[in-house]
């Protein structure tokens, strides 16, 4: 507890969100997990390892994971052994490809499972940098979620859960259009199985996260650089799971759960974080004007208990200055959790525009060359709310 207090700290923040919620409906959670069975795709990230944490600790019967990284399954593993122990249920690991022969091969020869829950994501904006990165993030988010759907109806599932973002919410960014059309392929799958999602904010210090990135910087003694004007809704990993599992065991058909914007989980900007989190490291933020300067004053600043920050106005593409978790025009039910609101959808009717997308997506997949404006142009007939932020330099031109 005295580690999330400090991360908590860091963020501004006091205490954690969804114990309530939580707490209410455990016994409830336990009754949907007694006996049942769960297959967890993507379940070796930051938020999969949350969720397959929690629901290991309710006792399924049957819990099988499946994520590319080989290495963060062994530490889920060694996690999972060393704290909860062992269960009395089936489970297993396993680092498998979606739509390899591999796991096509395995999900083939396993009975039918009561619940698939889909955490693959490719969640950065800067993957959109370029034609190959951004149909990569198009086949992870889209037709994985598609070809899961598909394999969850067969196989007569209880309920297909996948996670989607707060950017899918009038998106700025083509990683926002993905997720907002792997939304609408959630409501066309509906009326054929149970479904449900979750929009979260920025979870603090994920993989690959810029909060990530500040421990990294900090091990490496190198400057700390983030955007002076960009908000964001900060989560812990923690809560980010109880999120997933709760939309999961407890979401009706077409629900969508998000944490409710509050005094405690309000935006927050980078700069402050960095200061919080070298101030808890025993070192005082120092300004620099230009990225060359943080980094020609580095080993100096820091042999003084001094650690070198680039603070910057956003200039790259896709960036919105501020998140949203819903929109205005959505249904919500912001009474029935006390942290959580609920986002009501109706299922599909006219899906023509996400078939017309995904046979477009199979025809450059099939001619085996696309470019970026391809890709996004039939983006925003999906998603006409799609503005796509240009500024002509992305992330990965920044320190």
């Known amino acids: 507890m005295a580690e999330a207090g400090n991360m908590l700290g860091i963020l501004g923040r006091k205490t954690l969100l969804f114990q309530g919620d939580v707490s209410s409906a455990l016994n409830e959670t336990k009754a949907k997990v007694a006996g049942a069975s769960f297959l967890i795709i993507g379940g070796a990230g930051s938020i999969g390892q949350q969720v397959a944490r929690q629901i290991f600790a309710l006792g399924p019967r049957r819990l099988h994971v499946i994520d590319l990284s080989e290495?963060?399954?062994?530490?889920?593993?060694?996690?999972?052994?060393?704290?909860?122990?062992?269960?009395?249920?089936?489970?297993?690991?396993?680092?498998?490809?979606?739509?390899?022969?591999?796991?096509?091969?395995?999900?083939?020869?396993?009975?039918?499972?009561?619940?698939?829950?889909?955490?693959?994501?490719?969640?950065?904006?800067?993957?959109?940098?370029?034609?190959?990165?951004?149909?990569?993030?198009?086949?992870?988010?889209?037709?994985?979620?598609?070809?899961?759907?598909?394999?969850?109806?067969?196989?007569?599932?209880?309920?297909?859960?996948?996670?989607?973002?707060?950017?899918?919410?009038?998106?700025?960014?083509?990683?926002?259009?993905?997720?907002?059309?792997?939304?609408?392929?959630?409501?066309?799958?509906?009326?054929?199985?149970?479904?449900?999602?979750?929009?979260?904010?920025?979870?603090?210090?994920?993989d690959g996260s810029l909060l990530h990135g500040f421990h990294q910087r900090l091990a490496k003694r190198q400057p700390i650089s983030a955007p002076r004007d960009v908000l964001r809704y900060f989560m812990t990993g923690q809560e980010a799971g109880h999120l997933c599992v709760l939309s999961s065991l407890l979401g009706n058909n077409r629900e969508l759960f998000f944490p409710k914007p509050s005094k405690e989980l309000a935006l927050t900007d980078f700069p402050g974080i960095a200061v919080r989190f070298l101030e808890s490291k025993g070192y005082a933020p120092h300004p620099c004007a230009t990225e060359e300067e943080a980094r020609g004053r580095a080993e100096e600043l820091i042999s003084q208990r001094k650690w070198p920050c680039y603070f910057f106005t956003s200039d790259t593409e896709g960036e919105k200055s501020a998140e949203e978790m819903f929109s205005q025009a959505e249904d919500l039910d912001m009474n029935r959790f006390l942290d959580i609101g609920v986002s009501r959808h109706q299922e599909l009717k006219d899906s023509s525009s996400v078939e017309e997308f995904l046979k477009a997506v199979r025809r450059f997949l099939d001619a085996g060359t696309w470019d970026k404006g391809d890709l996004a142009e039939i983006l925003l007939r999906a998603v006409p709310e799609f503005r796509h932020k240009a500024a002509g330099r992305t992330l990965d031109d920044r320190m």
């Open 71 to 206: 290495n963060n399954l062994v530490e889920l593993v060694r996690d999972l052994r060393s704290s909860i122990g062992y269960i009395s249920g089936d489970f297993k690991t396993l680092a498998l490809d979606v739509g390899s022969t591999e796991c096509e091969a395995f999900l083939r020869e396993q009975a039918p499972y009561d619940y698939v829950l889909n955490l693959s994501a490719m969640k950065h904006v800067r993957s959109e940098k370029d034609p190959y990165s951004l149909m990569r993030m198009i086949r992870v988010n889209i037709l994985n979620t598609e070809s899961t759907l598909a394999y969850a109806i067969q196989a007569k599932s209880r309920k297909y859960f996948a996670v989607s973002s707060d950017k899918a919410v009038n998106p700025a960014n083509a990683m926002g259009a993905t997720k907002r059309v792997m939304e609408l392929c959630l409501l066309r799958a509906s009326r054929d199985i149970q479904v449900s999602t979750a929009r979260f904010a920025n979870v603090a210090f994920s």
